[in-house]
């Protein structure tokens, strides 16, 4: 007797000669598929008219077609480039992306966490620094059974579930080239303290100094919380030393935008009395002038690998696509910011 009634994903496997799940990564655009599969898996969609049901499958699954990005950032051009990389990655799926900021200094963090992703029923979630740092925060993705991937500045985690950048070892090859145009009073703008990418980024700093011996003393450090306010703060300081710095590197560009202002308030030129590099290269790094020389934080591609990492697990397999990458190199770009000092 002829089949009637809608095509169902197991037909679609057996005419395909497939597992139900590749059935499933070819819907969901998983990347761990070869192009032979991959066609012929479309071609006998089309060929039966087959739509997937989300409904159906959010059921089976126990869990909506919804990936989460859970910050606390400071930087809202950072979190906007990790939603970037995301949606990339949920291009042409049946995943969405579901957006929840949270206070790291709550006392109700953990709690407040644990009902978004129990109350949204969450595939997966995305968690961006400095709270992908918290080991107790990956325990309870995994205790509620929630797919997650940590994104930072160090290695935290397994492959499965984290993506992260060389941060120190960039920042290092930042102020080599600040050496190498013969600067020796650099001025350094920190991060906020708490945060790893932080504390990375002043170890590449002073690695850099040490390595080619050249003195650090305290008054050339200047606390930063990510934001231009706070660039501005600590400019005024560092420009006030008698002898100031020829150069000052700031944490990231928001930081180094501020540093820049305060040196044109202070008729200083750019780069001729004051060179200047940031760190992430976002846009603002392109539009100030000069142009920020900056160290370019691959945070799209990084969130993008982070999403692709969980949607291209299943039901059946929670090992996690470790295919794909885990670690992103930061580069330095060179742009109008940084000359050899005039003293």
């Not at 300081?237 to 700031?250: E, H, Q, Y």
Request: some cysteine.
């Amino acid at each position: 007797m002829e089949k009637t009634g809608q095509p169902t994903i197991n037909d679609v496997a057996r005419i395909a000669g497939v597992s139900k799940k590749t059935v499933s990564r070819v819907i969901n655009r998983s990347p761990l598929l070869n192009d032979d599969t991959r066609k012929r898996v479309e071609d006998v969609i089309g060929q039966l008219g087959y739509i997937p049901n989300p409904q159906a499958r959010a059921l089976a699954l126990r869990r909506n077609f919804l990936i989460g990005l859970v910050h606390d950032n400071p930087n809202a051009q950072m979190v906007l480039n990790a939603q970037q990389g995301i949606l990339e990655a949920l291009h042409g799926t049946e995943f969405e992306l579901v957006v929840r900021p949270v206070d790291r200094g709550s006392a109700t963090m953990l709690d407040d966490v644990r009902h978004f992703l129990e109350r949204q029923r969450l595939f997966g979630v995305v968690l961006l620094p400095p709270i992908s740092e918290n080991d107790t925060l990956a325990k309870l993705c995994t205790s509620i059974g929630c797919r997650y991937v940590r994104m930072g500045s160090a290695q935290l985690d397994d492959p499965a579930h984290m993506v992260t950048s060389n941060d120190s070892q960039a920042v290092t090859a930042a102020v080599n080239h600040l050496i190498e145009q013969g600067h020796r009073r650099i001025g350094f703008v920190a991060g906020p303290h708490g945060f790893r990418s932080a504390r990375e980024r002043r170890e590449g700093f002073e690695r850099a100094l040490s390595e080619a011996g050249i003195a650090f003393p305290r008054s050339l450090s200047a606390d930063g919380t990510y934001r231009f306010e706070s660039g501005i703060i600590a400019a005024e300081r560092l420009l006030d030393l008698m002898p100031r710095p020829t150069a000052i590197f700031a944490c990231n560009d928001e930081m180094a935008a501020g540093v820049i202002h305060v040196a044109r308030q202070r008729g200083l030129e750019v780069p001729r009395d004051l060179s200047v590099i940031g760190f992430d290269d976002t846009a603002i790094a392109s539009h100030i002038w000069p142009p920020l020389t900056t160290v370019r934080w691959p945070i799209a591609s990084m969130a993008r690998s982070a999403a692709l990492k969980i949607i291209s697990t299943t039901a059946d397999n929670d090992d996690g696509a470790v295919e794909e990458p885990s670690m992103f190199r930061s580069t330095l770009i060179r742009r109008a910011s940084v000359s050899s000092p005039t003293e």
